[in-house]
């Protein structure tokens, strides 16, 4: 394993011959055998532990191990404890999902401290498996079953090709110590009872098998590859961005072949799961909708709109009578007293001073909202309004309501009210002049 080891890390990761790393170290077998195999190739490192103070004295037993083996082999140690379970309480993960978020971030917060290049974990062929099975089983796509990468970023996983067995017989070769984690025998997780059970069955029945899978694991990431190489040229066929958000063309979408496996290749990442739902917006009615958590696609004419979704803005904003200036996210509003009507335009608007109840209100719609649009005979609701002019979720969303006590007056840049317009013997007139940002 010597010898292959040495001719994976020249093959493969160059870089760790010149490169400061740090190596994650729990003492258990498999990040012995990793330390023991960077020291004899001469690879510059460290050695970082975390004691996740979940398993009493058996976790401090492991800090103390770990801290003794690097005196011996002349390494720098660093230790840093979790308070793991109070993580996972608040913030409502479990436990091994906490242990796993709180190294990463530490092992890159010591990563930079130290200046060092790479993060450096003992991830094996059989976790690999593990892992490939674990997805299988939660019905994962190709991403899912490519497994673990062997770099990802500043992390780096050296021992990939190497399996269980390899491990072990090195171990016992060069006559290393390691600490068992109890944990490992139990079968109370999946991943430990495939670790057991399952594979030992598959491996022992098969000839090759791990040889076999890794040649597996090499098509599936190969597929993969050229599946994001295919995605990356529909992307720029298919998206646009504009001040709204993304715009994905349903024309062009009609023409591909696969369109709903493409749709779900483009929006995998925000959180939607009512995927048959998203798949008929293409055929849905403007102002259509479908939300996840975090983002909306919304049919809107021609296209679908993802935007990030959004709480219902309450804010309302005073616009006194000396004000000359109004500034909110995506709204300029100037503001000067005239004494006769000039240029005239939708992000123009004109009142009669005289009729304004100061200070006025800006802020966005709300159900029930109604106007008395100028150069129309009675009132409409805004909704009404916003559906005649075949305005989109978002720009519904965008567009500010400007009001005196609670009459709106001007729903800015789009159309004043009748009742405050500016008629012939009118001189104090108050000039608005709206600029939506994008």
Known sequence: MTTGFAKHIDAHFPQLRTGRSILAISGGIDSIVLAHLLHGAQVSFVMAHCNFNLRGAQSDGDETFVKTLGKQWGMEVFVQGFDTTAYAEENKVSIQMAARALRYEWFEQLRKQLGHDFILTAHHANDNLETFLINLSRGAGLDGLTGIPEQNGHILRPLMPFGRDDIEAYAKENQLQW??????????????????????????????????????QKHLTDARNLLEDYMAYLYGKIVTQGFQGYQLSIPVLRTIPHKNAVLYRLLKDFNFTAWEDIYGLMDAQTGKFVSSGTHRLIKNRD??????????????????????????????????????????????????????????????????????PFGMRGKKKVSKYFKDEKFSAVQKEKTWIL??????????????????????????????????IK
């Open 303 to 372: 296209f679908l709109l993802l935007t990030v979704a959004r709480e219902p803005d309450h804010r309302e904003f005073k616009v006194h009578r000396g004000d000359t200036a109004i500034v909110q996210e995506n709204l300029q509003l100037m503001l000067e007293a005239i004494d006769h009507l000039d240029v005239a335009g939708p992000a123009t608007a004109y009142f009669d001073a005289s009729l304004l109840n100061f200070p006025l209100t800006l802020r966005k719609w709300r159900e029930g909202d109604y106007f008395y």
């Open 179 to 216: 600490r068992e984690d109890a944990s490992n025998s139990s079968d109370k997780y999946l991943r430990t009872h495939l670790r057991h059970h399952a594979i030992p069955s598959i491996v022992g029945e098969v000839p090759h098998f791990m040889s076999n899978f890794g040649e597996s």
């Open 403 to 436: 009001c005196s006590g609670d009459d709106i007056i001007w729903i800015v840049g789009h159309r004043t009210d009748e009742r405050y317009k500016v008629d012939d013997t009118n001189n104090d007139i108050l000039k608005f002049e709206a600029k939506y």
